[in-house]
């Protein structure tokens, strides 16, 4: 439920008056696009707001004064701001508990999907943004070898990590958003093909069908890959 930028000059219509509890920051397909799919999953009331990474819009002083990192994802909350796609998608899902984004009933269940989204975010996210993002780019030896390091991890997911026919098994979670980006990125790169990663391309193709993904893809202005 992503409403449009909302700025209230002189109204006194209750109904326009009210403002979105959240506020996404996210950057088109970039790593944020995880936080943002579980915000649209959730149904949750929010306002997406896009920074523009190539212009270098997230080390601007007012961005700066939100998350002093300089890294999209942030969600301004009624509480404060959280950054960090893993704190991000556990915080919706817990929030909107009707939505079953996560096994919220189980402190155990729910550590396993954070884990599985910790190895996303700790290991796959750096090894393949050092492979494909890096400035300068890498080329020759440097970019294979990244790579190579990059194709280790995504295995490791493929063999291990990833239940099926869902990230964590037989329930859709917030984990399955997060994975979408980087299989994305991977299938974008023209190296996850569907020969070595059948799980992960089948996976990437449920996920893209989803209508939340949908809208989210139309949201941030980008193509299903
Ligand atoms: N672990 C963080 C990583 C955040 C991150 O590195 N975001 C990237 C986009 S994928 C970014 O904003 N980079 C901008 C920059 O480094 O200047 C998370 O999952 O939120």
Request: glycine content about 8%; aromatic content about 8%; hydrophobic content about 40%.
């Amino acid at each position: 439920m992503n409403r449009p930028v909302t700025e209230i000059v002189c109204s006194d219509d209750p109904a326009i008056l009210e403002t979105p509890m959240l506020k996404l920051y996210y950057s088109p397909g970039a790593c944020a696009m995880a936080s943002h799919i579980a915000l649209e999953e959730a149904g949750a009331d929010y306002e997406a707001v896009k920074i523009d990474l190539k212009k270098g819009e997230q080390k601007t002083p007012e961005y700066l004064a939100i998350n002093p990192a300089g890294v999209t994802p942030a969600l301004v909350t009624d509480e404060g701001v959280l950054t960090d796609n893993l704190v991000i998608m556990g915080y919706v899902a817990q929030t909107h508990p009707e939505a079953k984004l996560a096994d919220t009933d189980s402190a155990f269940r729910f550590g396993q999907m954070q884990a599985f989204n910790a190895f996303l975010g700790s290991s796959l996210h750096p090894a393949i943004g050092r492979a494909l993002f890096s400035k300068p780019p890498l080329e020759g030896e440097a970019k294979d070898q990244a790579l190579e390091n990059a194709l280790v991890k995504y295995r490791l997911v493929e063999d291990h990590l990833f239940k099926g026919p869902w990230a964590m098994g037989e329930a859709y979670t917030v984990a399955d958003g997060y994975l979408s980006v980087f299989s994305r990125w991977g299938r974008q790169a023209g190296f996850l093909d569907t020969g070595r990663f059948p799980k992960l391309n089948a996976h990437l193709d449920r996920v893209q069908q989803r209508d939340a993904v949908k809208r989210v893809l139309e949201q941030e202005g980008i193509e299903a890959v």
